[in-house]
């Protein structure tokens, strides 16, 4: 909609304010006219989108800031029991598009910004995202505020401010994944409101010294202190007056140098010092599943956690309670181990500062605290190395000691000799260095411990904590299988599909997006050729087309590449890692390949025409997973070239995968594939959001998927591959009786050959990765190819028949109910914090 009349002339905007009087409308055009007067000091009639995408998001602002004071003021005086998330991660996405459902405000705001001359969704666009996360867990992260706003629960979010949010990825020509930094605050961020009047001090390195008392207590001091200052991020709740926070923190040197080496002449040494506290909250880590032991992040953990019971405590304090009463008050939700390092600090702040006995402390703590972990792979299980964290938090490792030496007494009294048992159940492994095992510490530090989904949780207490089961007791173990909020991953993201939902049910959409099991009010539209019936389907069709034709139009305009929208849309969007098993994708697209490769004309004709898109990021340093990248690029140039196939089959790698352009792939998929190794994904959460909007999940028995299927019924699901239990032995098998590739899928060797014989660029080049599938194959690649490969014939033969299709995509959507992240965050709030929702008065 850009080929408009003259915008931002005078006239018009003269105009806009004179018929917009009354009403919604003319507070609406005068509140953005004024922000373009004054908070952007521009002259009226001359702004882009960028500055009117600006001046309504200050708009909308003012808004929530209203419902925002009238939300803290009540939680305040009522003095309600609150429950914090400690993430470090946030993955936000934009805000404007959710701030104005939120509100109920997008018509009035449309019209009002198409009477001054600007397309709603040209100003959405101007936005960027806020991309504080790797991926699924820091998008849960986000999907949890959503939720406890939206039904009114006092929950705020605690986190931290990366000047650098995930990098931007850039494709080479060659292929290969580039990185650049993402300065997304480069542009004003409305959506903040900075608190200079909020800050604390964190101490790092120096030393503590033991009290001779015997007290446990000790003194901290000297080292390095930095200050935090607090960023709050307003969370809006869907229709409802709540408006949450998310509080985020900023370093930064404490008095803007270091007085000492001023006075020692040395201005290089001071300036550094100052820079060295500004770098903490510069970037955030970009490797999701693998610690690295870094020194930085290790002070970024610390930083954050601090800056974060300082606030909590001094809270609390405001409430003049005893600090025995402090769990009832609060209850802290520990987003996986990276915020670990809160459990002795809390120790720390009750011992040292506030006088309580250590068995009191404990208590305290262990009432607090509430642990999730997201993974079971080894290769992401926090350790932190002795002798950096001695340095760094001197007093915290010798807390951690205490803790563990009256651990171990008590797992010795229950289990007497056990030796092996203690050297297992220890929190620090031996070895060299000595390392503290992080989730091992979550875990006696909480009050439960939950994974986050059934088979997941399931493998929790059968692996990585089993002795923590027989010690504790299976009581404080569970499972909370995660959610999506259906707001952004149904509404915002497939406006049309919300649309047509609300006109079939005849509820008003606030009804049904808050109540996601009403959707099961679809089902009967699937059952017999009734003229409604048939007219309903016929509409969903059209909108999945419609959708399909966006993202068309999006590759269009970005990647100057023309699909084919009449194919099937196959979508694989997640990080780039080698148990997601992206490789198997990549090698059945190159099977596809050669199969109608070696087909007549006439044959070809039959094959029901295919598009393939993929999404991912890889961490920088992970060799083999940029290698995956360059391979799918390279094969989709071959592909997409190819005058014999490319009507048939193409390929489309989508740079700078983001929450943004989530929300055009998933309405646009007809089927996503969730196809890590059995027992490797937690949960996964985009299997949820496709499923939501209508499309179909090709996938392994792991992770949420088997919840999924379980909902929607395995008749409307396409599964395969090996399951859990038959991992660990496939794994021995490759490992001391290997089998040949050739030999266990002809099928995929003669695809190996391919690639290493250099049809898709030097094959020299893909080795590494290849042999990762020849040698070990750790993920099972070989032994789940033919299965995968005969799921991926179950869906062209389901495709065929495209009234049962769209069927199976009704009951697929009808029945997803249960992974709304409403659902999800009630049963924290429920079970776990006992916090309940608190309607905000209108005044
Ligand atoms: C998940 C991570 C993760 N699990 C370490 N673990 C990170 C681990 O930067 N780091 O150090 C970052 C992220 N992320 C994901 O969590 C699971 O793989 C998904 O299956 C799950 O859906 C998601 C949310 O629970």
Redesign the pocket.
């Known amino acids: 909609g850009k080929e408009r009349w003259p915008r931002g002339d005078e006239a018009t905007w003269r105009a806009a304010m004179r018929e917009a009087d009354g009403g919604d409308e003319a507070s609406i055009a005068r509140s953005i006219i004024g922000h373009v007067q004054t908070s952007l000091a521009r002259e009226a009639y001359n702004i882009d989108d960028l500055g009117a995408y600006q001046a309504a998001a200050l708009a909308v602002r003012d808004d929530m800031i209203l419902n925002w004071n009238k939300t803290q003021v009540h939680y305040n005086k009522t003095q309600v029991k609150r429950a914090y998330y400690f993430s470090?991660?946030f993955l936000m996405g934009r805000t404007l598009d959710n701030a104005l459902l939120a509100l109920g405000a997008k018509k009035p705001y449309t019209n009002t910004l198409d009477r001054l001359g600007f397309n709603m969704e040209d100003l959405l666009d101007q936005e960027r995202d806020a991309a504080l996360?790797?991926?699924?867990?820091?998008?849960?992260a986000a999907c949890y505020l959503d939720s406890s706003a939206a039904q009114e629960l006092p929950v705020w979010g605690y986190g931290l401010r990366y000047k650098y949010g995930i990098f931007k990825q850039l494709i080479a020509p060659d292929g290969q994944q580039l990185e650049a930094p993402d300065p997304w605050l480069d542009n004003q961020n409305p959506w903040e409101l900075v608190r200079l009047d909020v800050t604390y001090e964190v101490r790092f390195y120096g030393t503590s010294k033991r009290a001779t008392d015997g007290s446990g207590r000790a003194v901290w001091s000297g080292g390095q202190e930095v200050l935090a200052v607090a960023y709050d991020v307003m969370i809006p709740g869907y229709a409802t007056r709540t408006t949450n926070n998310l509080r985020l923190w900023e370093s930064k040197p404490k008095s803007g140098f270091d007085l000492q080496s001023f006075n020692a002449g040395d201005y290089e040494h001071a300036v550094e010092s100052s820079n060295s506290a500004a770098a903490i909250t510069s970037v955030?880590?970009?490797?999701?599943?693998?610690?690295?032991g870094k020194e930085l992040?290790l002070k970024q953990q610390y930083f954050w956690t601090a800056a974060s019971l300082a606030d909590i405590v001094r809270r609390f304090k405001n409430l003049d309670k005893p600090l025995s009463e402090f769990p009832q008050y609060v209850s802290i939700q520990l987003n996986?181990t990276?915020p670990t390092l809160a459990i002795p600090e809390l120790m720390r702040i009750l011992l040292d500062e506030e006088d309580v006995p250590w068995a009191a402390a404990w208590k305290i703590v262990t009432n607090t605290f509430f642990y999730?972990n997201?993974?079971v792979?080894p290769e992401?299980l926090?350790k932190w190395a002795v002798p950096l964290m001695e340095q760094i938090l001197p007093r915290h490792l010798q807390i951690i000691y205490d803790i563990n030496l009256l651990f171990l007494q008590s797992v010795e009294k229950k289990f007497p000799g056990d030796r092996d048992r203690l050297a297992r159940m220890s929190l620090i492994e031996e070895g060299f260095p000595k390392q503290v095992r992080m989730a091992f510490l979550a875990c006696i530090g909480s009050h439960k411990v939950n994974g986050?989904?059934e088979l997941?949780s399931e493998l929790v207490k059968t692996t990585i904590l089993k002795d923590f089961v027989e010690f504790e007791g299976i009581s404080k173990f569970s499972n909370v299988t995660?959610g999506i909020t259906p707001r952004r991953w149904l509404d915002q993201c497939n406006p049309a599909l919300s649309a047509l939902i609300t006109k079939t049910l005849g509820i008003d959409k606030k009804i049904w997006l808050k109540n996601l099991d009403r959707l099961e009010g679809l089902l009967e539209y699937t059952e017999d050729n009734a003229a409604r019936n048939k007219a309903f389907r016929a509409r969903w069709a059209e909108i999945k087309q419609a959708n399909k034709e966006r993202l068309a139009h999006y590759v269009q305009i970005h990647l100057g590449l023309t699909i084919n929208t009449n194919a099937m849309f196959d979508v694989q969007i997640k990080?780039l890692h080698e148990y997601k098993r992206q490789s198997l994708n990549i090698c059945g697209v190159i099977h596809r390949y050669l199969t109608l490769k070696g087909m007549t004309p006439a044959q070809r004709k039959k094959v029901n025409p295919r598009v393939v898109f993929f999404g991912a990021k890889a961490a920088p340093g992970y060799y083999i997973a940029k290698l995956i990248i360059r391979l799918i690029v390279n094969v989709a140039r071959v592909l997409n070239a190819d005058p014999d196939t490319k009507d048939y089959l193409s390929m489309y790698f989508i740079p700078d995968y983001s929450v943004s352009i989530a929300e055009i792939l998933i309405p646009a998929s007809d089927i996503s594939q969730h196809i890590?190794t059995a027992g490797t994904?937690?949960?996964?959460?985009s299997n949820m959001k496709f499923c939501l909007n209508g499309g179909l999940l090709v996938g392994t028995v792991d992770?949420?998927n088997i919840e999924i299927a379980e909902a929607v019924g395995e008749s409307n699901v396409f599964f395969f591959g090996h399951l859990t239990p038959a991992v660990e032995d496939l794994r021995y098998q490759h490992t001391y009786h290997p089998i040949p590739v050739e030999q266990k899928s002809p099928a995929l060797a003669r695809v190996l050959d391919e690639v290493s014989s250099g049809r898709f660029g030097d094959g020299w080049v893909y080795e590494p990765f290849l042999n990762t599938i020849r040698e070990g194959d750790y993920y099972l690649i070989t032994d789940d190819f033919d299965s995968y490969l005969a799921a991926l014939d179950m869906v062209d033969e389901a495709y065929l028949d495209k009234d049962e299709w769209v069927k199976k995509s009704i009951r697929t959507t009808a029945k997803m109910g249960k992974f709304s992240s409403d659902r999800a965050l009630t049963e924290y709030a429920e079970s776990f914090w006992n916090v309940e929702p608190v309607p905000i008065p209108k005044n």
Do not use: Q
């Open positions: 470090l991660e996360g790797n991926g699924g867990l820091g998008r849960l955030l880590y970009p490797n999701d599943h693998t610690t690295f992040r996986d990276h999730t997201h993974t792979l992401a926090e986050v989904a997941h995660n990080r890590s994904e937690a949960s996964g959460t992770g949420a």
